[in-house]
């Protein structure tokens, strides 16, 4: 059987996604601070871009969580997207389908950018650093040495099940079904901006989210899709007749004002006449991802996962040990003692929402 291959090129904006910015000869420009803080624009095809080699890639796991990533969870969801995106441009009303598609789309792109997904492999590498060593070292002390080199073997299979175990919890928050639905029932709009004089612009945060700090008030979703075309969801349909009101030069002001200034490494346009407006507001603004948020509210932040195997050690762990430990000694048995561990890997149950 053909073993699968880890993909190594990870895209974090999809090709199809940053074709709409490309031109005749099928280039869009990337504008990135390669040297100091100088901003220098370089023209590229889609494919030479918005991608890092193993950006999905985890220290410590084999190459299948990339591949799991990248082609059963990204993959997917990019190719259902570009669809709903032809759909909506050629000015039709996306299907049920499509909304869904194009709803986890928006989602993905809140959460499979550079900075978020390192966010996420600081979870997993703080349990190991801030649990798994204690644990291990707890178990070594309530056994006989003559024990201790099971306990190692069996701590080894237990980390990695830990991680595993938290990782599947990671994509399973990727893939956003409290959230998605929500999103799914916005009211929608595609605004051409086509008589602004400037186009839009996009970046490595592409999704600007905007939520009144008062519970139960507006939350708007936007999002380029193209130099002339931006998306925008609502919460209330009173918002998208007024953006139609606004002029769309001022529209497109604002838009890139927040794309630049919210960006982290990489912005992209179908040319370089903004130079000077990047170069003047590129990642100044700093205020910290929502996904920080839907992490802590899913219990997949350190603290939660540190309080959850602490309870599991303390109350079960390491009484089934001392208990295997026990029997091993009472039968005099000649086979070394095989000790399998399991993780308690909990998360909290939230009820999401666009507000909270």
Do not use: C
């Not at 931006?230 to 604002?254: D, H, N, Q, Y």
């Not at 295997?324 to 308690?344: G, M, N, S």
């Amino acid at each position: 059987m053909m073993q699968k291959q880890e993909p190594l090129r990870h895209h974090f904006l999809p090709v199809f996604f940053l074709k709409k910015w490309a031109g005749t000869d099928g280039r869009l420009v990337e504008f990135s601070k390669p040297y100091k803080n100088i901003v220098r624009p370089r023209r590229t095809h889609p494919k030479g871009t918005g991608f890092i080699d193993r950006l999905y890639a985890i220290e410590g796991f084999a190459g299948e969580l990339s591949y799991e990533v990248e082609r059963s969870f990204l993959s997917p969801v990019d190719s259902r997207a570009s669809t709903a995106l032809e759909a909506m441009v050629a000015g039709n009303q996306p299907s049920p389908a499509e909304r869904d598609a194009w709803a986890r789309f928006m989602m993905s792109l809140l959460m499979r950018m550079p900075t978020e997904i390192n966010l996420l492999k600081g979870v997993v590498q703080d349990i190991d650093r801030r649990i798994a060593g204690g644990i291990g070292q707890m178990l070594l002390r309530h056994v006989p040495v003559d024990y201790h080199g099971a306990i190692e073997q069996a701590f080894v299979e237990y980390k990695r099940e830990a991680q595993e175990r938290l990782t599947q919890n990671i994509m399973r928050v990727l893939s956003s079904d409290d959230i998605v639905p929500l999103i799914s029932a916005m009211h929608w709009d595609l605004i051409d901006l086509a008589a602004s004089p400037n186009e839009l612009l996009v970046s490595d945060r592409p999704v600007i989210v905007h939520r009144d700090a008062l519970p139960g008030s507006e939350t708007t979703i936007a999002l380029p899709v193209g130099p002339r075309n931006l998306f925008v969801a609502a919460t209330k349909p009173g918002l998208l007749a007024e953006l139609r009101r606004v002029p769309p030069k001022k529209i497109t002001s604002s838009v890139n004002a927040d794309i630049v200034a919210g960006a982290s490494r990489l912005i992209y346009g179908n040319n370089d006449r903004q130079l000077a407006f990047i170069q003047n507001r590129m990642g100044t603004n700093n205020e910290p991802s929502i996904v920080a948020t839907i992490l802590f509210n899913a219990g997949l932040d350190v603290a939660h996962y540190t309080e959850t195997i602490a309870s599991f050690e303390d109350d079960d762990l390491r009484n089934r040990v001392v208990a295997a430990i026990t029997e091993h000694q009472h039968h005099d048995a000649v086979q070394p003692l095989d000790l399998r561990l399991a993780p308690a890997l909990s998360t909290r149950s939230s009820n999401k929402s666009l507000d909270d």
